[in-house]
């Protein structure tokens, strides 16, 4: 006996349809039939409610997306901006663990997990990391972000930036917006956008933290300062900002200075000529994060999403303490210290990122399909391979093969050639010998923030407790992004610290830039 598809029960072809991502191609099998377009929407229906019941009852779950072979991929970065946009997420701009910054942008296909390297056109936004990227009308408003210096000439100072740029999507084309007033150069801020306006709070700004809210109307390209409480919260970067409708923003977390991380949320009504603060009565502490700095939260529903590590993962020489050795340190401004704001620090000795096609066209392929370099006869290039020490930036004229003022001679330009390829090797070899001597690392686990009395009178939120039924996710980093898709979350990039003991050196922590793409989702029903 002959059957088909049409012959199936419906509560088996909604089980069939919903096996498919929620994107693109289910979106089209409402297209078939009167009889698929109703299941594939009871199949929507479904699916939505089932992620909002399983994040309030903390229950959700980790899964990797592994690098497809032979397919463009996008550089490793932390401290960039993502948004998602119909069946896709964008990423703009980032950082790289040596502080190159970028300026392009790049499109997830959340169909396929593929990634396209976007060949814009229109007027290009300045290379940077910690902007704000958010939609609105579909185009991307984009504002802020601070850029390292190039480390030769010595002596340059870090950039922030106000700039603003519109992405129109359908256009593929940048827009600089020029305005009258505009705030002061700002990074590592948080935005929101309320029915046509863009609310801006905090930052690191030119020499000191903000608490500061600056508003955008998104009609007019006019900015203003608005006026609010006495009563605030304490100057800060690295926060989340949560919009609660068109009259109430969240601010969750934040870094109030170095080492000072902030666990903390404050509501913002956005009445009147004045608008007013009020602290959030927290809670279920117990089940709060170690820390919400630099960890982006991500609202679903009546609930907020925040990635950390578990209390229980916490040791006296955790990445709050390390920071200034592996990380960026946010907190720092021009009058603190004489690094930037997000500059990224190393400890002892550890290699140059090697991002391929930093600002290219390309991209770099998945490392899953790479071939091994073949060794070259010439001359190895420096730049790449020798360690790279930011208390010593007068020493970049060596790591760049130029020519040193005051070498003397030829005779002394070779030896020191040979002197730093004797270091090269050195490192090559104490690289090779931590391989087997890794220690474990702490691992992001999912913390779950229920607002839904915020805007009650009593002002309050209260953390979920964690159902962990042993899932483990990716490795302890900050500065990633965290974004929310139809059904699930998407967590990309970010910056952690990699520890090792090689011989004479216990206990070496080097930077690590992530690239890789990790998915939350609810656990699979059965409808």
Partial sequence: MECNIDDLPDVLLEYILSLIPPYKDLEECKLVSKRWFRATQNVIHHNKTHFHKSVAYGSLLWSLCPPKQWTSTIAKRHSHSACTYGNSMYVFGGCTATCTTFNDLWRLDLDTRTWVRLITKGTYPSPKACATMLYYKKSFVLFGGWSH?????????????????????????????????????????????????????????????????????????????????????????????????EKHLLVLGGCTGPNAAMNDAWLLKMEGATWTWKKVNMHNTEWAPTRIWCHQACKVGNYVIVLSINKCQNKPNDMSISLKKVTCQAASSPRESDSSPLYVRRGNLSTVDRDVNINGRHGSFSEVSAPSPRPSPQRP???????????????????????????????????????????????????????????PKNTLSIFVLDIGNVLCDECSASWIPLKHD????????????????????????????????????????????????????????II
């Fill in 149 to 245: 210096p190039s480390p030769y000439p010595v002596h340059q100072q870090w950039k922030l930036f106000n700039e603003l740029h519109m992405y129109s999507i359908e256009n593929n084309k940048w827009f600089a917006v020029s305005t009258l007033e505009a705030p002061p150069p700002t990074s590592a801020h948080s935005a929101s956008i309320h029915n046509n306006r863009m609310i801006v709070f905090g930052g690191i700004c030119n020499g000191y933290r903000s608490n500061d809210v600056w508003c955008l109307n998104l009609d007019s390209y006019s900015w203003y300062k608005q006026a609010t409480s006495n009563v605030k919260p304490q100057p800060r970067y690295g926060q989340s900002q949560i919009e609660l409708g």
């Fill in 381 to 439: 290039n420096f730049t790449k391979n020798l360690p790279f020490c930011y208390d010593n930036v007068l020493s970049m004229a060596a790591f760049r093969d130029e020519p040193v003022r005051n070498s003397g001679s030829n005779s002394h330009r070779q030896r020191q050639l040979e002197s730093l390829r004797r270091m090269e090797e050195s490192i090559r070899n104490r690289r090779t010998q931590s391989k087997a001597a890794k220690k």
């Fill in 470 to 525: 042993g899932q483990s996710g990716p490795n302890e980093r900050i500065l990633y992004s965290l974004v929310a898709g139809r059904g699930e979350l998407i967590v990309f990039g970010g910056i952690g610290k990699e520890q090792t003991t090689v011989q004479n050196h216990p206990n070496v922590d080097e930077p690590e830039v992530y690239n890789d793409l990790h998915f939350i989702n609810p656990p699979r029903y």
